[in-house]
């Protein structure tokens, strides 16, 4: 799989404007920085869940919606940066993403409008704020689209995500995590378009269920 990814990550970076060379940019020095922190090699918390194959998941999902979209190379490049950095000790792991997709891209000497599109897009994970316009909530959506999964891969994921938080208590996990689920589940819809929302609400809404039944058992 990693080898398709870094012809895939090859032919996005050349769309995107910029064929490598020996500097900063080159895509062969940034594909193995990508690799290596979503290996969670820099960070105290393991990585389970948010590894890349997190990313391969997304970038499946992106490749069914990407004729809808506007800027179609943002939201893919914003898709390989949204969890660069995944710490679990911290709070501000999107932000920190953000930044460091910026820094890489104008390095790399990549338009200034697409790296500000891209750290945009990035942010929208955070899923704090109801993005606006449509590229923006189809990238929201890639991310959840996991919530919506057949049980068995959601209550493997939950497992996984579980350990990652492994440091955190039982009872204030729990807390924080129904807290979580909940504020996805109150929405109207937890899709914010209507092809996920066609593929994924059903399922995703008994799986939140469910899970916080089970937290607050």
Known sequence: MEKNNKKRW??????AGRNGGEDAGDC??????????????YEKSPR????IDHIDRCLEEFDEVKGLLTEPNAVEMAIWF????????RKDNEKRSAGVAKDILKA?????????????????TKHDIPPADFDARIIADIDL??????????????????????WVPKEIFNKGRIKILKAFLDRPTIYLTQFFRDKYEAQARKNLARAIAKLLE
Not at 28 to 41: D, F, N, P, T
Not at 48 to 51: E, I, N, R, V
Not at 146 to 154: A, D, M, P, W
């Open 10 to 15: 090859v032919e996005l970076w050349q769309r």
């Open 28 to 41: 062969a020095v940034v594909y193995a920085h990508l690799i290596s922190h979503h290996r969670g090699k």
């Open 48 to 51: 389970l869940y948010h590894t």
């Open 82 to 89: 949204h969890d660069f950095f995944y710490d679990t000790y």
């Open 108 to 124: 790399a000497s990549l338009p200034h409008a697409f790296g500000k599109r891209v750290t945009e897009l990035i942010l929208v």
């Open 145 to 166: 689209a996991s919530l919506g999964y057949s049980e068995k891969i959601f209550d493997e994921n939950t497992a996984k995500i579980r350990k990652e938080y492994d």
